[in-house]
């Protein structure tokens, strides 16, 4: 089992860059998804995930109209679209997948069963 998160890099301010994370040996679309960021001195904190048990998406208020969050079933990736990108938006992104039934906090990343290793997103001119 296994997720391998892609696409960080550094972009100016108004830019966008669309993260992805590859996933093996479990299919993504049996699982709650998302995506969490942490940035220096910062706690963990969600930005976007999809809630298995009814396909229902969550977007932190502070990406809101901003980021779309999205899974390609045939490629079993799931994807984080980032655009109107702003300066506190850099952090290292982690993607993470749960078991469908687990109780899943969207803010912390609780009940997330694997994560992969975080991709770096830097956002300054």
């Known amino acids: 089992v296994q997720l391998q998160a892609s696409g960080g890099g550094l972009v100016q301010p108004g830019g966008s860059l669309r993260l992805s994370c590859a996933a093996s040996?479990?299919?993504?679309?049996?699982?709650?998804v998302g995506w969490f960021r942490q940035a220096p001195g910062k706690e963990r904190e969600g930005v976007s995930a999809?809630?298995?048990?009814?396909?229902?998406?969550y977007y932190a208020d502070s990406v809101k109209g901003r980021f779309t969050i999205s899974i390609d079933n045939s490629k079993n990736t799931l994807y984080l679209q980032m655009d109107s990108l702003r300066p506190e938006d850099t952090a290292v992104y982690y993607c993470a997948a749960g078991r469908h039934g687990n109780i899943i906090d969207v803010h912390s990343g609780d009940g997330m069963d694997y994560w992969g290793k975080g991709t770096q997103v830097t956002v300054s001119s």
């Open positions: 040996g479990f299919p993504l679309n049996h699982h709650n």
């Open positions: 999809i809630r298995s048990i009814d396909d229902s998406t």
